[in-house]
Protein backbone atom coordinates (compact mmCIF):
# COMPACT_ATOMS: atom_id res chain seq x y z
CA UNK A 1 0.00 0.00 0.00
CA UNK A 2 3.23 2.32 0.51
CA UNK A 3 4.30 1.82 -2.64
CA UNK A 4 1.00 2.89 -4.38
CA UNK A 5 0.87 5.86 -2.04
CA UNK A 6 4.55 6.95 -3.46
CA UNK A 7 3.63 6.22 -7.03
CA UNK A 8 0.57 8.55 -6.73
CA UNK A 9 2.67 11.78 -4.84
CA UNK A 10 5.44 11.20 -6.86
CA UNK A 11 3.48 11.11 -10.18
CA UNK A 12 1.58 14.36 -9.02
CA UNK A 13 5.08 15.84 -7.82
CA UNK A 14 6.74 14.98 -11.48
CA UNK A 15 3.69 16.98 -13.15
CA UNK A 16 4.14 20.13 -10.69
CA UNK A 17 7.96 19.89 -11.17
CA UNK A 18 7.18 19.86 -15.31
CA UNK A 19 5.21 23.10 -14.40
CA UNK A 20 7.79 24.53 -12.09
CA UNK A 21 10.36 23.94 -15.45
CA UNK A 22 8.11 25.75 -17.38
CA UNK A 23 7.46 28.68 -15.43
CA UNK A 24 11.52 28.91 -15.07
CA UNK A 25 11.73 29.01 -18.68
CA UNK A 26 8.82 31.76 -19.30
CA UNK A 27 10.00 33.68 -16.43
CA UNK A 28 13.72 33.48 -17.61
CA UNK A 29 12.63 34.96 -20.57
CA UNK A 30 10.66 37.37 -19.31
CA UNK A 31 13.71 39.27 -17.72
CA UNK A 32 15.17 39.55 -21.08
CA UNK A 33 11.46 40.87 -22.85
CA UNK A 34 9.45 42.40 -20.06
CA UNK A 35 7.45 41.15 -16.97
CA UNK A 36 6.07 42.64 -13.92
CA UNK A 37 7.78 42.27 -10.41
CA UNK A 38 4.30 40.49 -9.18
CA UNK A 39 4.95 37.59 -11.42
CA UNK A 40 8.23 37.36 -10.52
CA UNK A 41 7.19 37.47 -6.42
CA UNK A 42 4.34 34.95 -7.16
CA UNK A 43 6.33 32.57 -9.00
CA UNK A 44 8.90 32.67 -5.66
CA UNK A 45 5.56 31.18 -3.64
CA UNK A 46 5.75 28.19 -6.28
CA UNK A 47 9.45 27.78 -5.83
CA UNK A 48 8.75 27.49 -2.13
CA UNK A 49 6.08 24.89 -2.79
CA UNK A 50 7.81 22.62 -4.94
CA UNK A 51 11.08 22.86 -2.63
CA UNK A 52 8.80 21.69 0.05
CA UNK A 53 7.62 18.73 -1.44
CA UNK A 54 10.68 17.44 -2.85
CA UNK A 55 11.89 17.62 0.91
CA UNK A 56 9.24 15.89 1.59
CA UNK A 57 9.92 13.39 -0.75
CA UNK A 58 13.24 13.39 0.21
CA UNK A 59 12.68 12.63 4.35
CA UNK A 60 9.60 10.58 3.95
CA UNK A 61 9.80 8.02 1.08
CA UNK A 62 13.87 8.00 1.03
CA UNK A 63 15.28 8.58 4.42
CA UNK A 64 12.63 7.21 6.80
CA UNK A 65 11.16 4.41 4.38
CA UNK A 66 13.60 4.02 2.39
CA UNK A 67 17.40 1.47 2.75
CA UNK A 68 20.06 3.44 1.39
CA UNK A 69 23.38 3.42 3.25
CA UNK A 70 25.11 6.51 4.62
CA UNK A 71 27.75 5.68 1.93
CA UNK A 72 25.69 6.27 -1.23
CA UNK A 73 23.00 8.84 0.52
CA UNK A 74 24.58 12.17 -1.37
CA UNK A 75 25.52 10.49 -4.23
CA UNK A 76 21.71 9.45 -5.56
CA UNK A 77 20.00 12.63 -3.50
CA UNK A 78 22.69 15.12 -3.55
CA UNK A 79 19.67 16.51 -6.58
CA UNK A 80 17.08 16.59 -4.14
CA UNK A 81 18.94 18.46 -1.20
CA UNK A 82 19.50 21.63 -4.23
CA UNK A 83 16.20 21.40 -5.39
CA UNK A 84 14.63 21.56 -2.44
CA UNK A 85 16.22 24.90 -1.83
CA UNK A 86 13.99 27.82 -3.17
CA UNK A 87 17.17 29.82 -4.72
CA UNK A 88 14.66 31.25 -6.86
CA UNK A 89 12.38 32.80 -3.87
CA UNK A 90 15.69 33.53 -1.81
CA UNK A 91 17.62 35.50 -4.96
CA UNK A 92 14.55 37.56 -6.19
CA UNK A 93 11.46 37.78 -3.15
CA UNK A 94 14.31 38.30 -0.22
CA UNK A 95 17.36 39.62 -1.49
CA UNK A 96 15.83 41.51 -4.44
CA UNK A 97 18.71 40.55 -6.93
CA UNK A 98 17.01 41.63 -10.33
CA UNK A 99 20.40 43.50 -11.98
CA UNK A 100 23.15 41.10 -11.50
CA UNK A 101 22.53 39.40 -14.78
CA UNK A 102 25.17 36.53 -13.71
CA UNK A 103 23.55 35.76 -10.82
CA UNK A 104 19.93 35.35 -12.42
CA UNK A 105 21.75 32.82 -15.30
CA UNK A 106 23.36 30.80 -12.89
CA UNK A 107 20.53 30.24 -10.38
CA UNK A 108 18.09 29.56 -13.64
CA UNK A 109 21.10 26.78 -14.88
CA UNK A 110 21.48 25.35 -11.37
CA UNK A 111 17.67 25.16 -10.43
CA UNK A 112 17.18 23.80 -13.77
CA UNK A 113 19.43 21.25 -13.70
CA UNK A 114 18.58 19.91 -9.45
CA UNK A 115 15.07 19.90 -11.23
CA UNK A 116 15.56 17.39 -14.15
CA UNK A 117 17.41 14.99 -12.16
CA UNK A 118 14.59 14.96 -9.34
CA UNK A 119 12.27 14.91 -12.03
CA UNK A 120 13.72 11.63 -13.80
CA UNK A 121 13.87 9.74 -10.45
CA UNK A 122 10.52 10.95 -9.19
CA UNK A 123 8.73 9.67 -12.84
CA UNK A 124 10.41 6.44 -12.64
CA UNK A 125 7.32 4.67 -11.53
CA UNK A 126 4.97 6.03 -13.97
CA UNK A 127 7.25 6.91 -17.16
CA UNK A 128 6.60 4.25 -18.76
CA UNK A 129 2.84 5.05 -19.86
CA UNK A 130 3.77 8.21 -21.40
CA UNK A 131 6.53 6.25 -22.76
CA UNK A 132 4.16 4.21 -24.78
CA UNK A 133 1.47 6.83 -26.03
CA UNK A 134 4.53 8.73 -27.07
CA UNK A 135 3.07 11.65 -24.00
CA UNK A 136 6.53 12.58 -23.16
CA UNK A 137 7.34 13.68 -26.46
CA UNK A 138 3.78 15.55 -26.98
CA UNK A 139 4.72 17.56 -23.78
CA UNK A 140 8.11 18.68 -24.79
CA UNK A 141 5.99 19.68 -27.95
CA UNK A 142 3.47 21.31 -25.78
CA UNK A 143 6.41 23.25 -23.79
CA UNK A 144 7.93 24.56 -26.90
CA UNK A 145 5.02 25.86 -28.40
CA UNK A 146 3.77 27.61 -25.54
CA UNK A 147 6.76 29.36 -25.05
CA UNK A 148 8.15 30.32 -28.53
CA UNK A 149 4.48 31.27 -29.14
CA UNK A 150 3.85 33.63 -26.12
CA UNK A 151 7.27 34.88 -26.70
CA UNK A 152 6.42 35.62 -30.61
CA UNK A 153 2.97 36.85 -29.49
CA UNK A 154 4.82 39.35 -27.19
CA UNK A 155 6.54 40.71 -29.98
CA UNK A 156 4.28 40.96 -32.94
CA UNK A 157 1.11 42.58 -30.18
CA UNK A 158 2.98 44.47 -27.56
CA UNK A 159 2.78 48.49 -29.44
CA UNK A 160 -0.23 47.56 -31.51
CA UNK A 161 -2.72 45.75 -28.73
CA UNK A 162 -3.46 48.20 -25.97
CA UNK A 163 -4.32 44.36 -24.25
CA UNK A 164 -0.80 43.62 -24.04
CA UNK A 165 1.58 45.19 -22.04
CA UNK A 166 3.67 42.91 -21.08
CA UNK A 167 4.93 39.29 -21.52
CA UNK A 168 2.77 38.48 -18.50
CA UNK A 169 -0.42 39.21 -20.82
CA UNK A 170 1.10 37.26 -23.40
CA UNK A 171 2.13 34.65 -21.32
CA UNK A 172 -1.76 34.29 -20.05
CA UNK A 173 -3.08 34.60 -23.63
CA UNK A 174 -0.91 31.60 -25.11
CA UNK A 175 -2.24 29.59 -21.41
CA UNK A 176 -5.75 30.31 -21.59
CA UNK A 177 -5.74 29.44 -25.70
CA UNK A 178 -3.92 25.80 -25.23
CA UNK A 179 -6.90 25.19 -22.47
CA UNK A 180 -8.98 26.65 -24.84
CA UNK A 181 -10.41 28.52 -21.91
CA UNK A 182 -10.66 31.54 -23.48
CA UNK A 183 -11.81 34.51 -21.36
CA UNK A 184 -11.83 37.48 -23.92
CA UNK A 185 -9.77 39.80 -21.96
CA UNK A 186 -6.77 39.44 -24.58
CA UNK A 187 -7.66 38.98 -28.28
CA UNK A 188 -4.79 39.27 -31.11
CA UNK A 189 -4.96 42.00 -33.48
CA UNK A 190 -1.98 41.13 -35.92
CA UNK A 191 -2.28 38.02 -38.50
CA UNK A 192 0.54 36.40 -37.27
CA UNK A 193 -0.78 36.82 -33.74
CA UNK A 194 -4.27 34.85 -34.56
CA UNK A 195 -2.11 31.93 -36.84
CA UNK A 196 -0.47 31.88 -33.36
CA UNK A 197 -3.69 31.41 -31.53
CA UNK A 198 -4.83 28.81 -33.79
CA UNK A 199 -1.49 26.98 -33.61
CA UNK A 200 -1.87 27.44 -29.92
CA UNK A 201 -5.26 26.59 -29.74
CA UNK A 202 -5.63 23.23 -31.81
CA UNK A 203 -1.85 22.03 -29.75
CA UNK A 204 -3.78 22.27 -26.73
CA UNK A 205 -6.36 20.07 -27.97
CA UNK A 206 -4.46 17.25 -29.71
CA UNK A 207 -2.82 17.04 -26.12
CA UNK A 208 -5.50 16.87 -24.28
CA UNK A 209 -6.50 14.17 -26.31
CA UNK A 210 -3.51 12.33 -26.02
CA UNK A 211 -3.63 12.82 -22.08
CA UNK A 212 -7.04 10.96 -22.55
CA UNK A 213 -5.84 8.20 -24.45
CA UNK A 214 -3.03 8.02 -22.09
CA UNK A 215 -5.06 7.48 -19.16
CA UNK A 216 -7.35 4.85 -20.81
CA UNK A 217 -4.35 2.80 -21.29
CA UNK A 218 -3.16 3.02 -18.13
CA UNK A 219 -6.13 1.78 -16.33
CA UNK A 220 -6.33 -0.80 -19.28
CA UNK A 221 -3.10 -1.90 -18.40
CA UNK A 222 -3.93 -1.85 -14.38
CA UNK A 223 -6.88 -3.88 -15.08
CA UNK A 224 -4.82 -6.09 -16.70
CA UNK A 225 -2.30 -6.89 -15.36
CA UNK A 226 -4.95 -6.90 -12.06
CA UNK A 227 -6.39 -9.76 -13.89
CA UNK A 228 -3.88 -12.06 -14.74
CA UNK A 229 -2.68 -12.09 -11.46
CA UNK A 230 -6.34 -12.84 -10.41
CA UNK A 231 -6.34 -15.84 -12.99
CA UNK A 232 -2.75 -17.00 -11.51
CA UNK A 233 -3.82 -17.06 -8.23
CA UNK A 234 -7.02 -19.71 -9.30
CA UNK A 235 -4.79 -21.47 -11.18
CA UNK A 236 -2.63 -21.79 -8.19
CA UNK A 237 -5.44 -22.59 -5.85
CA UNK A 238 -6.40 -25.27 -8.55
CA UNK A 239 -3.20 -26.72 -8.59
CA UNK A 240 -2.97 -26.98 -4.78
CA UNK A 241 -6.64 -28.68 -4.43
CA UNK A 242 -5.83 -31.28 -7.09
CA UNK A 243 -2.45 -32.11 -5.30
CA UNK A 244 -4.51 -32.59 -1.75
CA UNK A 245 -7.01 -34.36 -4.00
CA UNK A 246 -4.29 -36.87 -4.60
CA UNK A 247 -2.97 -37.19 -0.92
CA UNK A 248 -6.51 -37.90 0.01
CA UNK A 249 -6.34 -40.71 -2.73
CA UNK A 250 -3.49 -42.39 -2.29
CA UNK A 251 -4.36 -42.69 1.21
CA UNK A 252 -7.71 -43.78 0.13
CA UNK A 253 -6.12 -46.49 -1.68
CA UNK A 254 -3.74 -47.46 0.98
CA UNK A 255 -6.75 -47.93 3.68
CA UNK A 256 -8.48 -49.84 0.90
CA UNK A 257 -5.83 -52.47 0.38
CA UNK A 258 -5.03 -52.37 4.11
CA UNK A 259 -9.02 -53.93 4.80
CA UNK A 260 -8.67 -55.79 1.81
CA UNK A 261 -5.62 -57.23 3.85
CA UNK A 262 -7.57 -57.66 6.87
CA UNK A 263 -10.03 -59.35 5.13
CA UNK A 264 -8.07 -62.02 3.53
CA UNK A 265 -6.93 -62.89 6.98
CA UNK A 266 -10.28 -63.04 8.59
CA UNK A 267 -11.01 -65.45 6.05
CA UNK A 268 -8.10 -67.44 6.39
CA UNK A 269 -8.68 -67.61 10.43
CA UNK A 270 -12.09 -68.75 9.51
CA UNK A 271 -11.00 -71.68 7.67
Not at 132 to 149: C, E, H, P, R, S
Request: net charge positive.
Amino acid sequence: MDRHYRIIFEAILSILILLELLFLILISIGFVASITSTSVYTFGIWDVAIGILIIFDLVFFRIIKGDQGKDNFLRNNWAFIIAGIPLYFISFNLLQLFDINIIIGLIGIIRLFALIKVLQTTSRGVRRYPQKTKLDYATVILFLILILGSYIFYLVEKGVNPTVTSYDSAIWYSIVSMTTTGYGDIVPVTAIGHIIGVIVILTGMSYVSLVTATLAYSFIDLFRKESRKAIEKVGKNTEGFKKRFDNYEEKLDKILERMDEIEKKIDENKK
